[in-house]
Each structure stands twice: as C-alpha cells, then as structure tokens.
C-alpha cells in the first residue's frame, strides 16, 4: 500500500490527526489514504458526545473499547480520521462534528465539498 501525497484540503502538508488515541488508515496518526482504504478515511474530526452516539445507533460503534485492534473507544473531545461517506452521513443528518482542515486529506474531496467542511471547520 503506497500512501497518496500527504496534502490537506487546504493545499498545504496535512498535519497530525491524532496519536493518543492512534488513528488513520495507517494508523500513523494523520488521516493518509491510499486507493486500498475504499473508506477513504480522510477527514479529521473532534467527536462530540451526539456524534458518538449517532455513530453507534447507524452501527458503527467507536465508543466500545476493542483490545484486539488496539482500540480504547473514542470519547467526546478526540480526534479522530472519519471516513469521508461517514462525515457525508453525519452532515445530512444533522450531527456532523468539528472538523480540522489542516489535518484533513485532500481526497475528503472526492466526497465532501470544501464549503460544507468548513462550515464545521474548528477554529
């Protein structure tokens, strides 16, 4: 798996995401993508209490902890690299979280215009 070029969305190197907890596809702590990650987890969030709790109802469960994938579950105040459809979700249905541009990966805009990412973009 080769890495696409680390640039964020707003032309410049995209910036880490997160280490603690550790996310990205790589797991390298940036939202970097290649064509392998079909999710194209490529948009840096700050999740919210209502965001997790929406996550977990639509199935995609990232509060309980999972030892097996090294995983403690994300709280309210973390980082984290959403898959862009995800974010897309989030957004039309009203509880998209906090977005950090620098650090989120010019592919998100395959899927997510840049005018909606800033509407969530954390100041």
Not at 16 to 24: L, N
Not at 89 to 111: F, I, K, N
Request: glycine share 8%; hydrophobic share 40%.
């Amino acid at each position: 798996m080769i890495p696409e070029p680390s640039i964020n969305v707003l032309g410049g190197p995209l910036e880490p995401c997160s280490t603690a907890p550790m996310t990205g596809f790589f797991r390298d702590g940036r939202c970097n993508t290649c064509a392998a990650d079909t999710g194209s987890h490529s948009v840096c969030v700050i999740v919210t209490a209502e965001f997790l709790a929406w996550s977990k109802y639509v199935g995609n469960d990232l509060t309980t902890p999972r030892p097996e994938y090294r995983f403690a579950g994300l709280r309210p105040g973390d980082s984290w690299c959403l898959c862009a459809s995800r974010f897309v979700q989030a957004h039309d249905e009203g509880c998209a979280p906090l977005v950090r541009l620098s650090a989120t990966h010019l592919r998100a805009l395959d899927l997510v215009p840049l005018e909606v990412l800033e509407v969530y973009a954390d100041s």
